[in-house]
């Protein structure tokens, strides 16, 4: 079945330090891939998404490129910055799904230190 | 543009005892979602509604909880009776279809402790 793997945390980095959280997925077909963040105390947040092989979704300095060939969907930041203290999942949508149910993986909390 | 609304926050049951959650997803949201997560872990999909109608019901415990949209709208999520492994954090979210993907939008969730 689909499945999402994500690397354990906690990822404890320094202010501007550069950030990689690996992602690798399982699936039939092509699905949609997204980063979700979750900050103390709140909902799930899209971050962002990709929907076909190469695409690289951005937003607020994060960015992840589809690869298919190596079924990967890692997020990275340049500068990370201690508002970005969250946790982070990444999921794909489920194509034998009629309306686009998400599989998670199992979370990424990352801790930002000044 | 209002977000999904949970009600309650919080909630502290004990086992046995029966609780019900509430949901208000997005205005012209037609699919509504309820996941299941569970400390240290990714939600899980419980159930999913397009408009009033079930999609996927697979993962839902139906022995005991128990889910309905009443005019497509509108959603409660009900666990009768609890047991201490349902303690989690149960959320809701509404999507709409953008471009060739569904784009899931989360409530802030409910916090449910069974003792």
């Known amino acids: 079945g689909n499945s999402v793997t994500q690397m354990e945390g906690p990822v404890t980095l320094s202010e501007e330090a550069f950030l990689t959280i690996n992602c690798t997925y399982t699936?039939?077909?092509?699905?949609?891939l997204f980063w979700y963040v979750q900050y103390p105390g709140e909902g799930l947040q899209l971050l962002l998404k990709?929907?076909?092989?190469?695409d690289k979704g951005s937003n607020k300095g994060f960015e992840a490129t589809y690869r298919k060939e190596t079924t990967s969907f890692h997020l990275e930041k340049g500068s990370v910055q201690v508002s970005d203290s969250a946790v982070y999942f990444c999921?794909?949508?489920?194509?034998?799904?009629?309306?686009?149910?998400?599989?998670f993986g199992q979370g990424t909390e990352l801790s930002v230190k000044p | 543009e209002a977000g999904v609304a949970q009600s309650p926050r919080y909630k502290i049951i004990e086992k046995r005892q029966s609780v019900a959650f509430w949901c208000n997803p997005i205005?012209?949201?037609?699919?509504l979602y309820w996941y299941q997560q569970i400390l240290g872990q990714g939600p899980k999909l419980l159930i999913q509604?397009?408009?009033?109608?079930?999609?996927?019901d697979s993962q839902l415990p139906k022995d005991r909880f128990s889910a309905e949209r009443l005019k497509g709208v509108d959603s409660t999520l009900k666990i009768q009776p609890a047991k201490l492994e349902d303690s989690a954090v149960y959320l809701c979210?509404?999507?709409?279809?953008?471009?060739?993907?569904?784009?899931?939008?989360f409530g802030p969730g409910t916090r449910l402790t069974v003792t």
């Open positions: 979210a509404s999507s709409f279809l953008s471009g060739s993907s569904y784009e899931q939008y």
């Open positions: 990709a929907t076909k092989a190469d």
């Open positions: 509604f397009q408009n009033n109608g079930v999609v996927d």
């Open positions: 699936a039939t077909g092509y699905p949609s």
């Open positions: 999921a794909l949508s489920d194509l034998s799904n009629q309306g686009g149910k998400l599989i």
């Open positions: 205005s012209g949201h037609a699919t």
